[in-house]
């Protein structure tokens, strides 16, 4: 009871730490630089990733205010045995994409897959791969926060599926004031902001899934962050790479389109958190493997 406790407490301290590092800047500077997009300009890079850095800021801090120590912290690379999973953080998401890609198409091209060609697909899918591995620091200290201390405490304390709906709605919802300012679905639409809040916090579950059962496999943070960089550059990657010419980009709506293409997620997430517990089982009762 103690121990649980005790974790129950590190969990509320890192969701503190966590969400206040980010929030703090975002709202500071957020109302103050107007569009999400002007986060991204040089003068914001380094405010941009100290929030970025946010959760891995507030995995230190929790861990030396409740002296945790660092065992179990999934900074090892674990690469001998795992390469196959380093290998899936690189192109799982690229080929998942592709139906989302093809739904955009479909939805908002005039002429779909008129400007497809195979030359043309791969060598931006290999760009973007290539682009996204050196990428990934960007993306580990979310890693190091989410899947390398949130969700194993929270898998203890509550179980596999808790944690995935409510780890992704923490993910999500991290993401809020720049959510607000137009992050990922813009702000003309009509449900803003409400909308855009539900539909991040759903896509976060959904990746979550797919990034704790890879952090599970390999005992490393840095699949997942390989994989979090491929998904941040890959969805408007593949859709350029079916058709760039046909999708008017000033008129593409992208919340109905992750409306749409959500339940693609949503079976991702359903298919991981089985996998999941199906190793838990296994662990649990060697015998039967």
């Known amino acids: 009871m103690q121990n649980k406790k005790l974790e129950w407490q590190r969990v509320g301290i890192f969701f503190l730490l966590s969400y206040a590092i980010a929030y703090i800047p975002e709202i500071a500077f957020g109302w103050k630089m107007g569009d999400y997009e002007n986060w991204t300009e040089p003068n914001m890079l380094a405010w941009f990733l100290f929030v970025t850095f946010s959760p891995a800021i507030a995995v230190v801090l929790t861990r030396i205010i409740t002296k945790e120590g660092w065992k179990d912290s999934f900074l090892h690379l674990n690469v001998k045995g795992n390469l196959k999973y380093y290998i899936l953080s690189v192109f799982f998401l690229i080929a998942f994409e592709l139906p989302r890609g093809i739904t955009a198409n479909l939805m908002e091209g005039e002429a779909p897959f008129a400007g497809f060609t195979v030359p043309k ?38 179980g ?7 780890g992704g709605i923490v993910w999500g919802l991290w993401h809020a004031p720049l959510t ?9 639409y009509p449900s803003y902001p409400y909308g855009g809040l539900i539909l991040m916090s759903l896509f976060c579950i959904s990746l979550g899934a797919f990034l704790m059962w890879l952090t599970k496999k390999t005992n490393s943070v840095y699949p997942a962050s390989i994989a979090h960089s491929i998904n941040n550059n890959s969805a408007g990657a593949v859709a350029y790479a079916l058709i760039s010419e046909t999708i008017d980009e000033d008129t593409f709506n992208q919340f ?15 298919v991981f958190t089985v996998l999941i517990l199906k190793d838990s089982k296994k662990q649990k009762n060697p015998a039967e493997i």
């Open 160 to 166: 596999v599926p808790a944690t995935v709906i409510i």
């Open 121 to 158: 697909f791969f060598g931006i899918l290999l760009m973007t791969a290539g682009m996204s591995i050196p990428l990934a620091f960007i993306n580990f200290g979310e890693e190091l926060g989410w899947r390398g201390y949130l969700y194993p405490k929270l898998e203890k304390l509550i």
């Open 256 to 270: 109905q389109h992750s409306v749409i293409t959500m339940s693609y997620m949503l079976i991702m997430a359903v």
């Open 180 to 188: 607000v300012k137009g992050h990922n679905f813009g702000t003309d």
